[in-house]
């Protein structure tokens, strides 16, 4: 049995488990947006190089006061943050999952031959 809080965060945009099976993804994980801007670009060069789309992970830790339905900040206010690079980008996913701890929400997230980047 899971303990609550590591239960599935839930994604604000398309599943994993929903994506074609073919798809090839270059996941950033968000740490900062300075970090992650940078990962982005790295990210950006290796999926044009694979083929492949760029899948912006951002894990939001919700405390726990609040049901975790209900956060306290935006859950696009981080993928806003970043709307800029986005324009450049048609085929990148941003995938926001509301979580209790940020290490097992990514844990859960990732398959396990995810190509990762993180600034």
């Not at 099976?21 to 992650?36: D, I, K, N, R």
């Not at 996913?93 to 701890?101: F, G, I, K, S």
Request: with cysteine; hydrophobic share 40%; net charge neutral.
């Amino acid at each position: 049995m899971l303990p609550r809080f590591a239960r599935p965060a839930a994604p604000l945009t398309r599943p994993a488990e929903l994506r074609r099976p073919q798809e090839l993804y270059v996941t950033v994980v968000f740490t900062s947006t300075e970090a992650t801007l940078e990962a982005l670009n790295r990210a950006r060069e290796l999926a044009q190089g694979l083929g492949s789309r760029i899948r912006l992970l951002v894990a939001q830790v919700v405390p726990y006061p609040l049901d975790l339905d209900h956060p306290d900040v935006d859950p696009l206010f981080r993928p806003r943050q970043l709307g800029k690079f986005r324009d450049g980008s048609p085929d990148m996913e941003v995938d926001v999952r509301l979580c209790r701890d940020a290490c097992a929400c990514i844990q859960q997230a990732l398959p396990q031959d995810a190509i990762v980047v993180m600034g």
